[in-house]
């Protein structure tokens, strides 16, 4: 299994997490998710190693622009948001082309641009979004985690042009009904398994033939299968 220094981790794939506490326990019941937050990895030309890009109330890690922990949309390293972060992560990688040079450019300029927007709670957005009926026009000066990766996803054509992104929770990254277009996302990859007080990465070998897999995770969004 890759460690989060390893070279396989490319733009486009996803980080989950599960994170302790009551704000996470909260988004867990309210999206019916085992997971807590999701980001998506980018490569930017002006970075050496693979960042996250993520939408959080306050990440645990520095942000490479700002120089210290950001609320809202934020790029941390990604081997540091791994060691850092409170709780399980897990990687699905991303199947399917690279991001062309026009859609790489693209990308660079929307997560800039995006860069240091406010966090949206996800229940607010819901219930805006109830009261309207889904009509009302997407507003991206804040969001929340998964309702950033969905854009991009959209941005990136990977998700359907008229996919609406604050209908998605982290949820709907880790189960296996996720339709995709261009691609599809890799059977999960556990990186990190947290037990307090303190956390350890995993790198185990890749399971032996025949080896049933086994759920790390079950939610309303489908099962998250690792191997044993």
Known sequence: MPTPGHHSFRTGDILLFAGRGLASDIIRFATRSPWSHVGMVVELPEYPEPLVVEATT?????????GHALAGVGLVPLATKVREYPGDVAWRAWQGNA???????????????????PYRNYLVTLARELGTGFRRRPDLSGLFCSEL?????RRLGWLPRTTRPSRYVPGHFAGDALTLCNGSLASPQLLKQ?????S????????AAGTAPRP????AH???LLPQ
């Open 149 to 153: 990766v969905a854009e991009l996803y």
């Open 99 to 117: 991001p062309s040079q026009a859609q790489a450019r693209m990308l660079a300029r929307m997560v800039r641009r995006l860069h240091g927007r």
């Open 58 to 66: 306050l990440s645990e890690s520095a942000d490479v622009r700002a």
């Open 222 to 224: 489908g099962r998250l």
């Open 194 to 198: 947290w037990a307090a007080p303190c």
């Open 200 to 207: 350890s990465v995993i790198s185990s070998a890749a399971p």
């Open 216 to 219: 790390l995770r079950t939610g």
